[in-house]
């Protein structure tokens, strides 16, 4: 039996789009595809209006991702501009810095749209053009979203690297997509420790030789050593600048970013969104998943670094004349209430945040919560990974004090915004379930052989058809693009999601199937931690899985091979884990490394992960078929030294 938490009554009667909309408009979605588009597209502001939608194709021979190609549109127009005659004095964002005794800074539509126009000329004037790739390695601050807008209106192509990644990580990014160019700030602030930001773009230009130029927000006015004639201060270059830039035309298929995600395999992708199709999939999913309305104060609590701060904290509410706060801290800091004293600060209305922060503030305890007021929450979402239905409901009564519908969102970087997910005035809700698809989403599940599965079942889910902000290729690799996700099921997108559906086909998520591991909702390809340890002198061999972890959800396993004549210690584990934070960043770190003699591998030398995967889970008694390996003697070994959470 599961909870059926039904659509409030209040919620059924003011929502914009109640039960009987959400069925029908899905249906025209499906069936009336072109004219649902075309209709939606009226949406946002177009320079030249699209007479062409859905021209997408799964299938190899003529394969591609394409929407509204006949379309011109500027995203910076559309997310300022077009406000500026109706809401020019609203506030467009808010700011709220790491330190609560801090004051928080607010910023109108004309405001944003005079900083974005700067900072766009500013780009310009450091010989940035259309087409050409920016990266951004900025903290939480307000001028993240001024660089982004600002590389929309002048077509550049932005790619936003989290600053909790290392200069290894950062240099990667760079030289993947051949940037010359970074906007990075002296420091970062986060949970009252400094983040030495423009420190690591000096350690990473060392091995990217692409990197000619770097922008330096004065963000907390930390010292930093600028080079001459590759480092300038925003500010100084930002002064005399004119704050007249008129946005540049965009075709519609036009790049809008690159993001980078790790997948199963190998380094991590460059996933590539185009302008007019995912603008309107960030607008369309944030107007409907949060029945948000112009003036609603809304906080997506995640960072620009992820896609879930470029769709939610900028581009869709932006899009939608919205009012989104920023927030530069943790939510734990200075103590586990911070979160709800923000929304009490500022009246937050919506507040969209991710399954691992709610379990860790659970931990806390419910005081923390309980000592704020928290009567302007309305609706309350999440993002990131599967919510167990313990916080969903801790989130529900504890915080929601019951009153507040909780959307639950499933997507990804690659989906650009959220495909399945509850409408809060048309679906009631099951906790643990993102429920049913958002309009045009064709889910399917299938079984390993890509056999397709009907009703209330388990499988693989794949989505049959194009939606219009689904990333359109892989920076530089095409091919790449279609073997890692059409190839494994003909015809259809597979997300690497395992997933039930329910007898009211409803929609759980399991998690991934690949091998791909969700640490506190970041995505860690367990192969990128693998070459992070065999890149250490001492290490031989390495298998990482991952583990069922209380905070986390997911924890990272490692199992390592050293060479011949290295000992394994204490000292040497703490020397590997701190390798692995220097090589990609500290949400990479090992949560356990066993040292093991030998790997279990199959007579043709694949490391057989579904093995290592439950000894790490501790269900030792069910290790499966263990006859086709090698040397069935080292799974004693491993069971043996087991590493107890
Ligand atoms: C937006 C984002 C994508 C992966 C995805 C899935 C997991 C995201 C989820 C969820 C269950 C949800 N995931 N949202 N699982 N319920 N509501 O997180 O993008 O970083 O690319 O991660 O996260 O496994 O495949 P991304």
Not at 65 to 94: M, P, S, T, Y
Not at 602 to 631: C, F, N, P, Q, Y
Request: charged share 25%; net charge negative.
């Amino acid at each position: 039996m599961t909870d059926l938490y039904p659509v409030p009554a209040e919620w059924a009667a003011r929502a914009k789009v109640k039960d009987a909309d959400y069925k029908a408009l899905y249906a025209r979605s499906i069936d009336d595809a072109h004219a649902f588009w075309l209709e939606q597209a009226k949406r946002l502001d177009w320079v030249r209006f699209p007479t062409r939608t859905n021209e997408s194709s799964f299938d190899e021979a003529d394969f591609g991702v394409k929407w509204f190609a006949d379309g011109q549109i500027n995203v910076a127009a559309n997310c300022l501009d077009r406000h500026l005659a109706e809401r020019g004095d609203q506030v467009a964002i808010i700011w709220e810095p790491d330190a609560p005794t801090d004051a928080p800074r607010r910023f109108t539509y004309r405001q944003v749209h005079e900083e974005v126009c700067r900072f766009a000329n500013v780009l310009k004037a450091q010989g940035v053009k259309k087409g050409d790739r920016v990266t951004v390695y900025l903290p939480m601050i307000p001028e993240a979203a001024f660089a982004l807008l600002a590389c929309a209106r002048i077509g550049a192509i932005h790619s936003v690297v989290f600053g909790g990644f290392s200069p290894e990580a950062l240099a990667g990014r760079i030289q993947d997509c051949d940037s010359s160019i970074v906007i990075t700030a002296d420091c970062g602030r986060r949970g009252g420790k400094l983040v030495p930001l423009k420190t690591n773009v000096d350690a990473a230009a060392q091995h990217a030789p692409s990197l000619t130029s770097v922008i330096v927000i004065r963000a907390t006015g930390a010292e930093v050593p600028m080079q001459a004639g590759r480092d300038v201060w925003y500010d100084e270059a930002a002064q005399g600048v004119s704050a007249d830039c008129p946005a540049e035309t965009m075709d519609a298929e036009d790049p809008l970013f690159v993001l980078y995600t790790s997948g199963s395999t190998g380094k991590p992708k460059g996933v590539l969104h185009t302008t007019g199709g995912y603008l309107l999939w960030a607008s369309l999913t944030h107007e409907l998943c949060f029945d948000y309305r112009p003036g609603q104060i809304y906080w997506c609590a995640a960072d620009i670094g992820w896609v879930t701060g470029h769709s939610y904290i900028v581009y869709g509410p932006l899009a939608n004349g919205g009012t989104t706060l920023m927030y530069e801290g943790v939510p734990n800091w200075p103590d586990a209430s911070r979160i709800w004293q923000v929304v009490d600060r500022h009246q937050v209305e919506i507040v969209f945040t991710a399954p691992t922060a709610l379990r860790a503030l659970m931990r806390d305890g419910d005081e923390f919560v309980a000592r704020t007021s928290r009567k302007s929450l309305k609706l309350l979402g999440t993002v990131g990974e599967p919510i167990n239905p313990e916080a969903w409901r801790w989130y529900h009564e504890v915080v929601g004090e019951g009153r507040c519908p909780i959307v639950d969102t499933w997507w990804q970087t690659e989906t650009g915004a959220a495909m399945i997910a509850p409408l809060p005035g048309a679906t009631d809700l099951k906790p643990g379930s993102a429920t049913r698809p958002l309009f045009g989403v064709v889910p399917e599940l299938v079984d390993a052989d890509g056999q397709v599965l009907e009703g209330a079942t388990d499988g693989n889910l794949c989505i049959t058809r194009s939606w219009p902000g689904q990333m359109r290729t892989v920076w530089g690799d095409h091919a790449r693009f279609f073997q890692t996700y059409f190839s494994t099921y003909k015809g259809k997108y597979f997300t690497g999601d395992g997933c039930r559906r329910d007898e009211d086909g409803y929609y759980w998520i399991t998690g991934r199937v690949d091998d791909v591991i969700n640490v506190s909702g970041h995505r860690m390809g367990t192969a990128e931690v693998e070459s992070a340890l065999v890149l250490h002198a001492k290490v031989a061999e390495a298998a990482v899985v991952g583990f069922p972890h209380d905070i986390k959800g997911q924890g990272i396993y490692a199992y390592v091979t050293l060479n011949a004549g290295e000992e394994a210690s204490e000292a040497l584990r703490k020397e590997l884990r701190d390798w692995v934070r220097t090589e990609i960043g500290p949400i990479a770190t090992p949560d356990a490394i066993q040292f093991a003699p030998g790997l279990p591998k199959t007579r043709s030398g694949k490391i057989m992960r579904r093995i290592l995967r439950k000894i790490a889970e501790g269900d030792v008694s069910s290790l499966g078929d263990t006859s086709t390996l090698a040397d069935p003697a080292v799974v004693d070994d491993l069971v043996a030294n087991r590493i107890k959470s």
